[in-house]
């Protein structure tokens, strides 16, 4: 009886040290700027970070960034294209990109990073925000967009200008893209590479960047090219990489059949355009893809930073559900799903030291 009580209580003490997560695995996280309090502008603005459930859209949780102190990080209010959001290669860490300076800066976007670090942070499941990495001269009198990481300690960046950049755990960041080095937007690590979506001349579209580079320069492929009057930004492929779909901020018009959010399939030698699904009168930049059904949900937050939106893919036809909208003076961005929760050291400890205990009771009843 006693061994079996001791078993119980170690079990269940472990079991609250694992279920201290903040998020749920499988909600999603919208990145959202301006608290409602003044109108957005492009000023430094705090960031939020919302969870929303992927069923019927209800806000779950809101974790608040630091926005003073060493710590902080904010985007501008009105920078639509800045605000991206990824998970960590490892799925433990939600990864944000921004300006390492108090709210209210003035315009924030303009500014030297000499006098304004852009920096990059992540967010575990239990809602530990830590900012990693810091620059003061890449993206300088520009925007920095979004980051990525492998989960392990290596950063990479992408804006405005300056190209890649591999942030490192240091100020001195490596650039390690020679082309294009203009206009990038959203930066995934994904298969032990790296991919980025190019806003930037006729070969808009998604790169790929072999392996995970931390200096030298490295020449970029272009996988999917969106056209010259397309719009990429946040994008998802399929574990096979056969299917990809692609956040368009220009909205879809019957016209043109693009817009919004598009589908791509890889056809054995190249990647080829299948169709485009409205979300009504917005494009997208947002995007977040469950390919675990038979048809894959696709979620997006619009252009405009009004809304959030559902699709499955059923076919050309399908058409976005509203699932949420932002407040006044706030703004969505980016989109991921939450992290994975992972047993801190301190619990695996314990759950050592519980075996070991149980183990030796069990011993000492034989004895």
């Known amino acids: 009886m006693l061994m079996k009580k001791l078993l119980v209580a170690t079990l269940v003490f472990g079991s609250l040290l694992v279920a201290q997560a903040q998020f749920t695995p499988g909600a999603l996280v919208a990145l959202r700027v301006g608290n409602g309090s003044a109108a957005l502008s492009s000023a430094g603005t705090p960031i939020f970070l919302d969870e929303f459930d992927p069923v019927g859209g209800s806000l779950v949780y809101s974790l608040a960034i630091p926005s003073s102190g060493f710590p ?64 003061t001269s890449f993206f300088s009198g520009n925007n920095i967009r979004s980051a990525a990481s492998d989960g392990a300690g290596s950063f990479w960046a992408a804006g405005a200008n300056t190209g890649v950049a591999y942030m490192g755990n240091n100020s001195a960041a ?32 998604i790169y790929e960047v072999a392996g995970n580079p931390t200096s030298g320069s490295t020449t970029a492929v272009n996988l999917i090219n969106n056209g010259s009057s397309a719009s990429p ?78 699709v499955t893919d059923t076919g050309a036809g399908a058409t976005g559900m509203l699932l949420a909208t932002a407040g006044a003076n706030e703004a969505f961005r980016g989109l991921d799903f939450a992290p994975q929760a992972t047993p801190e050291p301190s619990t695996l400890a314990l759950g050592g030291l519980g075996l070991a205990a149980i183990g030796f009771l069990r011993r000492k009843l034989k004895a």
Do not use: C, H
Request: zero cysteines; glycine letters at 12%; proline letters at 2%.
């Open 174 to 205: 490596t650039a390690v893209s020679a082309s294009p080095l203009t206009n990038l937007r959203v930066i995934q690590t994904i298969g032990n590479n790296l991919f980025y979506s190019s806003g930037s001349g006729s070969s808009r579209g």
């Open 233 to 310: 930004y946040d994008f998802a492929f399929n574990t096979a990489m056969t299917i990809a779909y692609v956040a368009d901020s220009d909205a879809y018009t019957t016209s043109s059949g693009i817009g919004g959010v598009e589908k791509w399939s890889f056809n054995g030698s190249a990647w080829a355009f299948d169709y485009s699904f409205s979300l009504g009168t917005n494009g997208a930049v947002g995007l977040a893809v469950n390919f675990s059904g038979p048809n894959a949900t696709i979620y997006a937050t619009s252009a405009s930073g009004n809304s959030l939106f559902e």
């Open 72 to 135: 902080a990080l904010v985007n501008s209010g009105t920078a639509t294209s800045e605000g991206a959001l990824n998970l960590s290669a490892n799925g433990q860490y939600l990864v944000l990109a921004g300006y390492n300076a108090a709210a209210g800066t003035p315009s924030i976007a303009g500014s030297t990073s000499a006098s304004v670090p852009r920096g990059v942070a992540t967010v575990d499941a239990s809602g530990n925000y830590t900012l990693a990495a810091t620059s």
